[in-house]
């Protein structure tokens, strides 16, 4: 995760941001990555309630 530089939070009821932004500091709180909370009418799954996308910064093998 240290290697994480920008997230994308998508939700079904946006209304559940906090909830989710708490998880998200959970995880990525020392980290401090770029974060988007986006609100989405519904995924391929209509179970899923939420998809999170993470952007890495890794540096190459010498």
Known sequence: M??????RVMLVDIE???DAAKAHG???G???PACT???VRR???PEWLV???VDCFA???E
Do not use: K
């Open 26 to 28: 959970e995880v990525f």
């Open 43 to 45: 995924f391929i799954d």
């Open 59 to 61: 540096d190459s093998p």
């Open 2 to 7: 240290e290697n994480a530089i920008r997230t």
């Open 51 to 53: 998809e999170i996308e």
């Open 37 to 39: 909370f986006v609100g």
């Open 30 to 32: 020392l980290v401090r």
């Open 16 to 18: 559940q941001w906090r």
